[in-house]
């Protein structure tokens, strides 16, 4: 199958979402019946708590581009929610946030 | 339109991992994940920003890249994303995207090929993200010290070379915590200059 037919041919989503946005089915159902892709998106929502759009990309093995579109259309009908990442300094370069990296520091730590 | 607003939501942690093709950026990312390694593909378009992909799709070159992507989590506050894609000029546009917020980044240098991981030093350098350079040392290679790989990339001497095997969980945990360790000393001289970090 062609990336764009699961999208309708669109590669640009109704709102915006970060690879990084998480994602939540709000169990409600669309209205619209929904094509194949949209339905697989919506499970793997509904499945587990705020995946990310990269990871259900890479579950739906389709290009991010398109994930965000079937994504932005079920955020259109109410079915899922998005949880937009919050980077830390409010988006630009972060590293003096010195209390954030030592808790990071000590996760990477705890894992050795 | 259902958005979550929420403010105590954890924040988001992004690490790049940068190098060029078959610097061992997928095996770097699929050790240290705890999910399976998912690899995902943004398509690019030839004609860039300002151009509308819907139309024309067909008739105009698309590439895709892919994209590795990657998760740990640290504690329940914290979770560090990873996303792995080649340093070609000719993707910097979506590395511009990957970017925004990010920690840093770990630039895979396969000393085979040292040349291939200059663009994305550039470019983290250019745009003062705090990266490190990671040697993956494959079998049978001549190894190059650290200080050699440093000559060769032309780096300055504040940024760690670190030698990694990519293929390792615990290698790739130590480099990028050796990642933070290098961003910690960058904080830590520009919120008091006269404090010195010997640590790398
Ligand atoms: N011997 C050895 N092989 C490696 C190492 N890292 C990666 N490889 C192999 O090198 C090849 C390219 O690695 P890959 O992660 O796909 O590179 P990428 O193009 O940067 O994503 C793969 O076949 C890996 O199995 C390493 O540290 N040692
Ligand atoms: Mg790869």
């Keep these: 199958m062609?990336?764009?037919?699961?999208?309708g041919g669109r590669t640009r989503p109704g709102v915006a979402l970060d690879l990084l946005s998480r994602m939540t089915a709000t169990g409600?159902?669309?209205r619209v019946p929904l094509g194949a892709e949209h339905t697989l998106a919506l499970r793997l929502c509904a499945g587990?708590?705020?995946?990310?759009?990269?990871?259900?990309?890479?579950?739906?093995?389709?290009p991010a581009t398109v994930v965000k579109v079937l994504l932005s259309d079920l955020m259109e009908y109410g079915a899922v929610m998005a949880q937009?990442?919050?980077?830390?300094?409010?988006?630009?370069f972060a590293a003096d946030d010195q209390s954030l990296l030592l808790a990071v520091l000590d996760g990477l730590r705890r894992r050795l | 339109m259902a958005y979550a607003d929420d403010c105590d939501a954890p924040v988001t942690l992004k690490v790049l991992v940068a190098g060029g093709f078959g610097a061992g950026k997928t095996t770097f990312v699929g050790a240290v994940s705890e999910i399976e390694p998912l690899s995902t593909e943004e398509l690019l378009s030839d004609?860039?920003?300002?151009?509308?992909?819907?139309?024309?799709v067909e008739a105009k070159t698309t590439t895709t890249v892919a994209l590795d992507f990657?998760?740990?989590?640290?504690?329940?506050?914290?979770?560090?994303?990873?996303?792995?894609?080649?340093?070609?000029?000719?993707?910097?546009?979506?590395?511009?995207?990957?970017?925004?917020?990010?920690?840093?980044?770990?630039?895979?240098a396969d000393t085979r090929r040292l040349?291939?991981?200059?663009?994305?030093?550039d470019f983290f350098e250019r745009r003062g993200i705090g990266f490190i350079v990671a040697v993956n040392e494959f079998d049978g290679c001549h190894r190059y010290t650290p200080d050699e790989v440093r000559d060769a990339v032309g780096l300055g001497p504040q940024v760690p070379v670190v030698r990694c095997d990519a293929r390792l969980t615990s290698s790739g945990t130590v480099t990028l915590a050796a990642l933070v360790r290098h961003l910690l000393c960058l904080s830590s001289t520009s919120t008091s200059s006269s404090?010195?970090?010997?640590?790398?």
């Design chain 1, 28 to 30: 409600v159902r669309p």
């Design chain 2, 70 to 108: 990657g998760r740990i989590t640290l504690d329940d506050r914290h979770v560090l994303y990873l996303f792995g894609t080649p340093g070609q000029h000719r993707f910097w546009f979506l590395w511009e995207e990957l970017c925004a917020g990010a920690l840093g980044a770990v630039v895979i």
């Design chain 1, 48 to 62: 587990a708590a705020a995946l990310t759009v990269a990871e259900l990309a890479g579950q739906l093995r389709l």
């Design chain 2, 115 to 121: 040349a291939d991981c200059f663009p994305a030093v």
């Design chain 2, 195 to 200: 404090m010195e970090s010997g640590e790398a």
């Design chain 2, 47 to 56: 004609l860039g920003s300002g151009a509308d992909p819907l139309h024309g």
């Design chain 1, 84 to 92: 937009a990442p919050r980077f830390p300094g409010g988006g630009s």
């Design chain 1, 2 to 7: 062609r990336p764009y037919t699961a999208s």
